[in-house]
């Protein structure tokens, strides 16, 4: 905490005036990050990785819960493992970083640092993999991995990222397209019910899937300034990477055959998509579900007899209920307000003198400031009823910022025009060629974000050429 007397939070970018500069004050003056010697790295401070160790601890438990188990690789992968696929490894070459040295020893092959783990999963697969007794195997690694990205913003791109990688392997092309699709689930599912955030659930086209994929799902948020962030993916691979690894299994007819493998995952873009989605110009608002402290207790006239005391009655009261903290510095009140506010913490508790003498205390929601004068004995269902409350408001707010900022378009110059002086998602048929996908990109400055599962008939004719189309697809710039 700051001592007391210093300002006591530094004023924010408004969002409003510099969305980019506003979402830097907050991970910097929140307390999530701080900038390394490392261009490109970030430091994760304790209040960023607690966010993302309750990420983690509920997504883990997800994945349990659909049979996956944890394992872990390498952090290296030689050259010629990561050469075995052709569109996997072109698609990774700009952003590998390569490991060339051994102490003063050039090594006899170059070890890429992992930008994704396929490879080594494969070369694993191909040793324990025998009959289909042995499958499905369905893993999940946590981890780090490296792409040396030129352009970097804390959380949202970084050249060393956290993240969760699931690679499995299945009898069955069904099995494998079942998995894919129920993965793609549980992340919209974690997203709109813990974080949350409202999710379009569809498809990404062959332009924009993953380097090796036969096909990529995806879910796409929209920010409070309108762009898109991607914020997780499901991928089929088919049996191009078996092929290419030489896994393979007896059958049922004994007979040998390829397996059919998917891989999905998530990073620590979450933190960034919470701060976008929820923030504000006084700091984080963090989702009741996710946020590392739900309660913040605030004693007020500290000094004044049994107020601390009573203030840690009600901790010991709550503690196993909530995740709860007690505020005694000798910082004032108002700052203790303000930080409570900056670090997005979802309700304050304030307990003095007076409150005590009425057997009350006072709880104030952050996103809309509301106080609730509440009795000591009913005080554990009206913090339950007003998280719960909040939880759901957040996610009909950012639902009503997506449904404003959604549009319409049938041809080409409106959809250029709707691009350059609005924010926000276009929904424009499509012929399906890549060639007016790039030419929306050039002229409107839009990528394709999916083919939403839900398909609307907005026309007949592609938004671009004019020629037939029967794909509706969700444009938009991203980040």
């Not at 490392?38 to 309750?54: Q, T």
Request: aromatic share 10%; glycine share 6%; net charge negative.
């Amino acid at each position: 905490m700051m001592a007391a007397g210093k300002k006591m939070v530094e004023e924010i970018t408004a969002r409003s005036d510099d969305f980019a500069k506003w979402y830097t004050d907050i991970v910097k003056k929140a307390d999530l990050i701080d900038y390394s010697s490392v261009k490109g790295s970030m430091i994760i401070r304790p209040y960023g990785y607690a966010i993302w160790e309750n990420i983690q601890s509920t997504l883990d438990k997800m994945f349990k819960d659909t049979g996956h188990e944890n394992i872990y690789m390498p952090l290296f992968i030689p050259e010629s493992l990561l050469n075995k696929e052709k569109d996997h490894v072109e698609g990774f070459a700009p952003e590998v970083a390569w490991v060339t040295h051994g102490g003063s020893e050039k090594l006899n092959e170059r070890l890429c640092v992992r930008p994704t783990s396929e490879t080594l999963f494969c070369e694993h697969y191909a040793r324990i993999i025998e009959s289909y007794r042995d499958l499905p195997k369905l893993y999940n690694q946590w981890c780090n991995v490296v792409r040396w990205e030129k352009e970097t913003r804390p959380f949202l791109r970084s050249r060393e990222f956290l993240w969760q990688e699931g690679h499995t392997v299945h009898e069955t092309e069904e099995e494998a397209w079942q998995e894919t699709e129920r993965m793609l689930d549980v992340y919209a599912d974690f997203c709109q019910d813990v974080l949350a955030m409202p999710v379009i659930k569809g498809r990404k086209t062959e332009k924009e899937k993953f380097a090796g994929a036969v096909a990529t799902y995806t879910i796409e948020a929209m920010m409070h300034d309108g762009k898109a962030l991607q914020s997780a993916t499901s991928h089929y691979f088919g049996d191009d990477f078996a092929k290419a690894f030489d896994i393979t299994y007896t059958g049922r007819d004994n007979k040998l055959y390829h397996p059919f493998q998917t891989s999905w995952g998530c990073t620590t873009r979450l933190i960034g998509a919470i701060i976008m989605t929820h923030g504000d110009d006084n700091g984080l608002m963090l989702p009741p579900k996710i946020a590392p402290t739900q309660l913040m207790i605030i004693p007020i006239a500290a000094h004044k007899e049994g107020v601390i005391d009573k203030a840690n009655e009600i901790f010991d009261g709550l503690k196993d209920k909530f995740r709860v903290k007690i505020d005694t510095t000798d910082n004032s009140p108002g700052w203790k307000f303000a930080e409570c506010e900056m670090k997005g913490i979802p309700l304050r508790l304030e307990i003095g003198p007076k409150d005590i003498e009425k057997n009350q205390c006072v709880l104030v929601r952050r996103d809309t400031r509301e106080k609730f004068f509440v009795n000591m004995g009913e005080l554990e269902e009206n913090i339950k009823k007003i998280l719960d409350e909040m939880q759901s408001d957040l996610f009909n707010r950012a639902l009503e910022n997506r449904e404003e900022h959604t549009y319409t378009s049938t041809n080409l110059d409106d959809i250029i025009e709707i691009a350059q002086t609005r924010s926000g998602f276009i929904k424009a048929m499509w012929c399906g060629d890549v060639k007016c996908e790039e030419e929306l990109k050039e002229r409107a400055g839009l990528t394709s974000r999916c083919m939403p599962f839900e398909q609307e008939k907005i026309a007949d004719k592609c938004v671009c050429c004019g020629d037939n189309a029967d794909k509706m697809v969700i444009w938009g710039k991203s980040y």
